[in-house]
């Protein structure tokens, strides 16, 4: 059970970690291209890759029944 649980941890960082960059990246890229460089494009950017991250991994560790599988052939 506890290596369930660090898997659902370990894959709940790891989607935080490239929503919040992705976020940021787009926050950039927007601040630069269309914005004439404010950093709110920024900060709104990362905000929401960090909330959408949030929403995913306490709806994964809300739910004990649900394991993501991985096939493995004999």
Sequence with gaps: MAD?????WD????????KTVTGLGL???FSVVLFKR?????????GLGLG???ANCQHDLRSP???HGSMVKD
Excluded at 11 to 18: K, Q
């Design 4 to 8: 369930v649980h660090g898997r659902k």
């Design 11 to 18: 894959r709940c960082l790891a989607d935080t970690a490239v």
């Design 27 to 29: 926050g950039v890229l």
């Design 38 to 46: 404010r950093t709110w494009p920024v900060s709104l950017g990362s």
């Design 52 to 54: 959408m991250g949030y």
């Design 65 to 67: 029944y649900l394991v």
